[in-house]
């Protein structure tokens, strides 16, 4: 399974600057997506770039909450 890197919405960044970091430069995120989908311990670098399978690429997030570990 191929991953890639992906730029959030200026949105997504200024809510994840309100959560502590999982580790240095990043968090572990759930994300649940528009179609009702979620994908769960996701890394998200720098509050910025999001890291997810190729076959999540275009999906649009609904909502962003820090994973519980």
């Not at 200024?14 to 970091?21: A, D, G, I, T, V």
């Amino acid at each position: 399974m191929n991953k890639m890197r992906i730029k959030l919405e200026p949105r997504w960044t200024k809510r994840l600057l309100e959560f502590p970091e999982s580790g240095m430069g990043y968090q572990r995120v759930d994300i649940r997506l528009v179609d009702g989908r979620e994908l769960k311990d996701v890394v998200v670098f720098n509050a910025e770039e999001i890291e997810v399978p190729d076959e999540f690429a275009r999906a649009q997030i609904k909502d962003v909450r820090l994973h519980a570990a």
